[in-house]
C-alpha cells in the first residue's frame, strides 16, 4: 500500500526496531497505512465536531474526555483481554489474540505486531468514545470524543513503537516510561499494563517502578501459552508452526 510517494511499501521485515534509528521510526510511522487512516479519522471527526458542535467549550471538554477515556480503556483491555488466558481457548479468538498481543510479546521489536490492528482499535474507539461523547454534547461531541481518542492511540503508538527502540534516552521521562514498559516485556508481565503513563497501574496496585520490587516471571516471553498449555489449546501453535521459518528467525535475531 503505497500512500506517500516517495516512500516504499510498508513491509514487516523492513521495520525491526533493534535494526531501526529514531528517523527511521518517523519513516514507518507516517507511511504506516493505520496511522494513515487514524489521520483521516481525526480530520473528519473534528470537521464533523466543528460543524455541529454549536457551543465550542462542551465540544473541547468532549475532545478532553475522549483523551481521558484512552489511558483506561488502555489499561482494561491491555489487562483483562490481551493478557488474559480465555482468548486462545477458543478457534474463534485464538487467532486474534495471536495477532493482538501473543506475537507482540514472543517479538517485540516487530512492528507489524506492535501496532494495533484496525479490525480492532476502530471499533473499540467508537464504541467507547462515542457515546461518552454523545452524553456531553451530542453528535459534535461524539465526534470530539473520538477524535480526542485518536490523537492518543496516535501519540500512544508511537512512544510505544519508542520504547522497543534500539536507542537510549536522554530525558528521564522517556528513560522512566522504556524502564517500565520494557520490564512488562521481559520481567513480570503482571504488572505495568499503561504505556505512556501508568496512572491506572498506581490506582489498581499493579505499577512497580525496579525489577526488583518483583519476582522474574516465567511466563513474560509466552504470556502462559506453554507447551503444556498448547497440547489442550492448540490453534495458537497451528498458526505459530505454519509461519515459514524464514520470517520466524529474522523477527528474533
Known amino acids: 500500500m503505497r500512500i506517500f ?11 525491526l526496531l533493534n535494526r531501526m534509528t529514531f528517523d527511521d521510526l518517523v519513516r514507518a510511522y507516517i507511511t504506516y497505512p493505520a496511522i494513515q487512516i487514524y489521520a483521516l479519522i481525526l480530520i473528519g471527526s473534528l470537521a464533523i465536531g466543528i460543524w ?4 465550542i467549550w462542551p465540544f473541547l471538554a468532549s475532545i478532553a474526555a475522549g483523551m481521558l477515556l484512552f489511558p483506561f480503556a488502555w ?19 485464538a487467532s486474534l489474540w495471536k495477532r493482538v498481543h501473543y506475537d507482540h510479546h514472543r ?27 454523545w452524553l456531553i454534547h451530542g453528535a459534535a461531541g461524539a465526534a470530539g470524543a473520538i477524535a480526542g481518542t485518536v490523537i492518543m492511540t496516535c501519540v500512544t503508538e508511537f512512544l510505544h513503537a519508542g520504547e522497543h527502540l534500539a536507542f537510549e534516552p536522554k530525558s528521564k521521562f522517556w528513560k522512566d516510561m ?22 491506572w497501574d498506581r490506582i ?5 517502578d525496579k525489577t526488583e520490587e518483583r519476582n522474574r516471571s516465567a511466563t513474560a516471553r509466552n504470556l502462559g501459552y506453554t507447551d503444556e498449555t498448547a497440547k ?5 501453535k497451528e498458526l505459530t508452526d505454519a509461519e515459514p521459518q524464514t520470517k520466524q528467525a529474522m523477527r528474533s535475531s
Open 5 to 15: 510517494v516517495g516512500y516504499k511499501a510498508w513491509k514487516s521485515e523492513e521495520y
Open 52 to 55: 455541529k458542535m454549536g457551543a
Open 75 to 93: 489499561y482494561v483491555t491491555h489487562r483483562f483481554i490481551l493478557h488474559g488466558s480465555w482468548m486462545f481457548k477458543t478457534p474463534f479468538l
Open 107 to 133: 517479538f517485540p521489536n516487530d512492528l507489524s505486531v506492535l501496532f494495533g490492528g484496525l479490525h480492532t482499535t476502530l471499533p473499540t474507539i467508537f464504541l467507547a468514545a462515542g457515546p461518552l461523547g
Open 178 to 199: 522504556k524502564r517500565r514498559h520494557l520490564a512488562h516485556h521481559f520481567h513480570d508481565e503482571s504488572g505495568n499494563f499503561g504505556i505512556a503513563e501508568f496512572f
Open 204 to 208: 489498581f496496585g499493579t505499577f512497580y
Open 232 to 236: 489442550k489449546y492448540p490453534w495458537v
